[in-house]
């Protein structure tokens, strides 16, 4: 079956600017995590949505960030006014049923803020 | 803190040699502990996954693993390298506390594969 599918694959934007990143995960499972990769180093976890409820947002940075998941299945992550310091991979990852369960990325979006 | 720590940013190997990449993490208790693999311009892949039972996992592609608990260490070992293994590998440990379900993940090792 289909992976987990992120879009756009690559986003560049100017420093204040408003920018949404989409994530579809794998038909089925209910977690939903996302993840963000700066250059040299691992993925950092920012959230984790448990069906349409976020269970666990303790990984976002601050207020500028936030994430929905309406229906339980596709997630928007939403970053209001940018930085530079935003720059980084984007990945989303999903899980049949969260806890235990092994999480299966997608391909991540590539932000840039100019 | 709960941190992940990979000691070997960057590894070159001739095909045919032996691997072995640490991990170590800073915090005891129940953990789950995962090894991913990252190919050139390819996404993150599972490599091999450790929830309970034989501390001694095999993964794809040869790849194995072992838990020692003593050593909070989760090291990653292949007795030979293919040019294919070339790849960006990361460690990561998911503590079971809680509702958490988090992977908390290492900076990652490059490893380089010459023929």
């Known amino acids: 079956g289909a992976g987990v599918s992120q879009t756009p694959s690559n986003k560049v934007t100017e420093k204040g600017k408003y920018v949404e990143l989409r994530c579809d995960p794998i038909s089925g499972h209910t977690a939903l995590y996302w993840y963000r990769q700066s250059l040299g180093q691992g993925p950092e976890f920012l959230i984790y949505?448990?069906?349409?409820?976020?269970?666990?947002d303790s990984g976002l940075p601050n207020d500028r960030f936030f994430a929905v998941r309406p229906e339980g299945s596709v997630s928007t992550l939403k970053i209001q006014r940018t930085e530079r310091g935003d720059s980084a991979v984007y990945l989303c990852?999903?899980?049949?049923?969260?806890?235990?369960?092994?999480?299966?990325f997608g391909p991540g979006t590539r932000l840039t803020v100019l | 803190a709960q941190s992940v720590s990979q000691h070997n940013h960057h590894v070159i190997l001739s095909e045919a040699a032996s691997l072995e990449l640490g991990c170590n993490y800073s915090y005891g208790g129940t953990v789950n502990l995962f090894w991913y693999v990252q190919y050139p311009g390819q996404h993150l892949q599972l490599l091999l996954k450790y929830f309970s039972g034989d501390p001694l996992v095999k993964g794809i592609k040869g790849f194995e693993a072992e838990f020692i608990k003593s050593k909070f260490s989760f090291n990653l070992r292949k007795p030979s390298v293919q040019w294919s293994d070339t790849a960006e590998y990361f460690c990561a440990v998911k503590w079971a506390t809680g509702t958490a379900s988090k992977l908390t993940f290492g900076t990652g090792t490059r490893l380089q594969v010459t023929l």
């Open positions: 990852a999903s899980s049949l049923n969260g806890a235990g369960d092994t999480q299966y």
């Open positions: 949505f448990q069906g349409t409820g976020a269970a666990d």
